[in-house]
């Protein structure tokens, strides 16, 4: 559900990145807090992994689509709702500046869609109240589904409105809204699974991690995680490095929707303004556009329908272990900056 700068304007661009900005800092407002040292290992290692879990589109079945984990609300549980986001932000900024996935100018509107949804609507309202302490199997399993499932329908349903709010009379109202609602909510389907099981594996692994009642709070907070830790990163690059090649070739939600409206894939880009200025600086940033070599890229044909599957793909791979690095390392920086500033 990355949006590209085509689908919105300028002003609702902007619009987005304050909010999401005024989001981001409160969020690291609030976790200077309670930050501590082993906190940030976690934050970086969850970081990269959903970095690469977002490489990895799954099939929608008798639909034509397909549809990745958005992983705010694994990272919400884990983390707390404000550690949560900024590690969000961080895999979109990474995202967008160095693999050309998202536009700069919607990076705004991505941060709030896949960033605040989950990590406080869908966290507060609906995760907490239902898993509680974390101490039954069976209440993560349903607070998981449900907060996955309301949190994409509001996100789906924000890219609707900042696409109509942007003038983009392509895709009406209604027709936009009705396939993008019900292709999101298979999608969250599937997501609330995947979360529900990773959710349940820590429990069984580390549940002190998921046992906390503040959650103003890092819940991994002065706990030991070094296990945790180790499969994180070990899962990270295998993800990135190898399972990424299954991936599905299917448009996702977002592109599947925009081709039944107006026939093709994507808009066309806008040729005046600050999109094209900003195109032209993630062009120069992006050294692994769409997840490969930037001369793989440029020689990949433009006619081909069907991509090979599996993709093996020595830049994926690549993409996937660096994405993951970056992600960890921008993460420890903003950690231990954010720790650094808590002392003064």
Same mark, same amino acid.
Request: with cysteine; glycine share 12%.
């Given at each position: 559900?990355?949006?590209?700068?085509?689908? @919105? =304007?300028?002003?609702?661009?902007?619009?987005?990145?304050?909010?999401? !900005?005024?989001?981001?800092?409160?969020?690291?407002?609030?976790?200077?807090?309670?930050? +501590?040292?082993?906190?940030?290992?976690?934050?970086?290692?969850?970081?990269? #992994?959903?970095?690469?879990?977002?490489?990895?589109?799954?099939?929608?079945?008798?639909?034509?689509?397909?549809?990745?984990?958005?992983?705010?609300?694994?990272?919400?549980?884990?983390?707390?709702?404000?550690?949560? %986001?900024?590690?969000? $932000?961080?895999?979109?900024?990474?995202?967008? !500046?160095?693999?050309?996935?998202?536009?700069?100018?919607?990076?705004?509107?991505?941060?709030? /869609?896949?960033?605040?949804?989950?990590? #406080?609507?869908?966290?507060?309202?609906?995760?907490?109240?239902?898993?509680?302490?974390?101490? /039954?199997? *069976? *209440?993560? %399993?349903?607070?998981?589904?449900?907060?996955?499932?309301?949190?994409?329908?509001?996100?789906?349903?924000?890219?609707?409105?900042?696409?109509?709010?942007?003038?983009?009379?392509?895709?009406?109202?209604?027709?936009?809204? !009705?396939?993008?609602?019900?292709?999101?909510?298979?999608?969250?389907?599937?997501?609330? &699974?995947?979360? $529900?099981?990773?959710?349940?594996?820590?429990?069984? $692994?580390?549940?002190?991690?998921?046992?906390?009642?503040?959650?103003?709070?890092?819940?991994?907070?002065?706990?030991?995680?070094? /296990? &945790?830790?180790?499969?994180?990163?070990?899962?990270?690059?295998?993800?990135?490095?190898?399972? =990424?090649? #299954?991936?599905?070739?299917?448009? +996702?939600?977002?592109?599947? =929707?925009?081709?039944?409206?107006?026939?093709?894939?994507?808009?066309?880009?806008?040729?005046?303004?600050?999109?094209?200025?900003?195109?032209?600086?993630?062009?120069?940033?992006?050294?692994?556009?769409?997840?490969?070599?930037?001369?793989?890229?440029?020689?990949?044909?433009?006619?081909?329908?069907?991509?090979?599957?599996?993709?093996?793909?020595?830049?994926?791979?690549? =993409?996937?272990?660096?994405?993951?690095? @970056?992600?960890?390392?921008?993460?420890?920086? &903003?950690?231990?900056? &954010? *720790?650094? %500033?808590?002392?003064?």
């Amino acid at each position: 559900m990355h949006m590209a700068d085509a689908l @919105i =304007s300028p002003a609702v661009g902007a619009t987005m990145w304050a909010g999401s !900005l005024a989001v981001l800092g409160y969020s690291s407002r609030k976790i200077r807090e309670t930050i +501590d040292n082993k906190t940030i290992p976690l934050m970086g290692v969850m970081g990269a #992994f959903i970095f690469a879990a977002q490489m990895i589109n799954f099939t929608i079945p008798g639909t034509g689509s397909s549809g990745h984990l958005g992983g705010g609300m694994i990272l919400a549980a884990l983390l707390g709702p404000y550690a949560a %986001f900024v590690v969000v $932000a961080s895999v979109l900024t990474v995202q967008a !500046l160095f693999f050309a996935d998202g536009g700069l100018l919607a990076l705004g509107c991505n941060v709030w /869609n896949l960033g605040l949804y989950p990590c #406080f609507i869908g966290y507060y309202l609906i995760y907490k109240p239902i898993a509680g302490d974390g101490g /039954n199997y *069976r *209440r993560i %399993f349903i607070a998981s589904l449900l907060s996955v499932i309301v949190a994409l329908q509001f996100g789906a349903f924000s890219v609707v409105l900042e696409t109509i709010l942007s003038g983009k009379s392509e895709l009406p109202f209604h027709t936009f809204v !009705l396939l993008m609602q019900p292709i999101h909510l298979a999608i969250g389907l599937v997501e609330g &699974i995947v979360t $529900a099981g990773i959710l349940s594996y820590v429990k069984n $692994a580390r549940p002190e991690i998921l046992d906390t009642g503040a959650v103003s709070r890092p819940p991994a907070a002065g706990l030991p995680c070094k /296990n &945790i830790l180790i499969v994180f990163v070990v899962l990270a690059v295998l993800t990135g490095g190898v399972l =990424s090649w #299954f991936a599905s070739t299917s448009p +996702d939600g977002l592109e599947w =929707s925009i081709e039944k409206v107006t026939g093709k894939g994507e808009l066309a880009e806008q040729e005046k303004g600050i999109a094209p200025v900003l195109k032209e600086i993630q062009e120069k940033t992006a050294f692994l556009p769409d997840y490969n070599f930037k001369q793989a890229h440029k020689e990949k044909p433009e006619t081909e329908k069907v991509p090979a599957w599996p993709g093996i793909d020595t830049g994926t791979s690549v =993409s996937g272990v660096v994405g993951g690095g @970056i992600v960890l390392g921008i993460v420890f920086l &903003i950690g231990y900056g &954010i *720790r650094i %500033f808590k002392r003064q």
